[in-house]
């Protein structure tokens, strides 16, 4: 060390590295075969695995692609790097019939994760972020399948169960399904656009923004279908459900 600084009384110090507390929600079981991990404070975070730990394991990686993905759009809020994991609630997800008994295996309707944040209003800054997120989120969307011919949003993969328009359609209808959970339903008799995916996909999300702005502070849960849900959690699905499918797509056609 330079003797003159310790004269004038500085003194060196590593720069002590900046470390984020995530609060993660495990889901397992999802789709009867595989474990989520949720960044529960930052919608559309999360990382997939065989099981809790290998999903537990993804997530850091998961969190710095998304401080990334934020970056490219604006000065992050996420940090990346150094991150500590602290686990705050495990779900389980399972079968029930349409008497809302449980069930072993895959017949009727999978009861996804309900966390205990899901309960939580969203605050005016969930809901500005949210909006920033759900739009970057779409012009990723749009710009995968961006340039691609009719012939090829219809083409057929070998064990998909859709096709490129058929993802589209299912993302859509997802965003309208989950709208209707909370009791904001998309007025289909009005905007019949079952055949039309690109239009579908503007008209619903525009209802979806809407609703959006008028969740801030709601204190709304409500059970249907023997599911819970909040506007937390249809943010939660909705930005998680719409990133994955972007990747899908991305992985068919190679991108």
Known sequence: MDDSKKENGFHSHPTPSIQMIFHIGIENNNE???????????PGCYSYGSNAETALTALPGAISDYSGWIGLHEPSWV???QVELHVTDTWTDYYIDEHFDRLPGSDYYL??????SDWKPLTGIDIERGDKLLAWSRTDLLGVV???SPTKLDQAYPGERWTINGILKHVSNAERWYLDRIDYPFNESKNDMRDKPFMRLEAIRKHFLDVLLKLEGLQKTIGVDGEF??????????????????????KLIGG
């Open 229 to 250: 849900w909040s506007p937390r959690k249809v943010l939660r699905r909705a930005l998680g459900h719409e990133r994955d499918h972007t990747e899908h797509i991305r």
């Open 32 to 42: 009867g075969y595989r474990s989520i991990a949720w960044a529960l404070e930052h």
């Open 146 to 148: 961006q340039g691609l």
């Open 111 to 116: 009861v996804d994760a309900w966390f205990q």
């Open 79 to 81: 940090i990346g790097g």
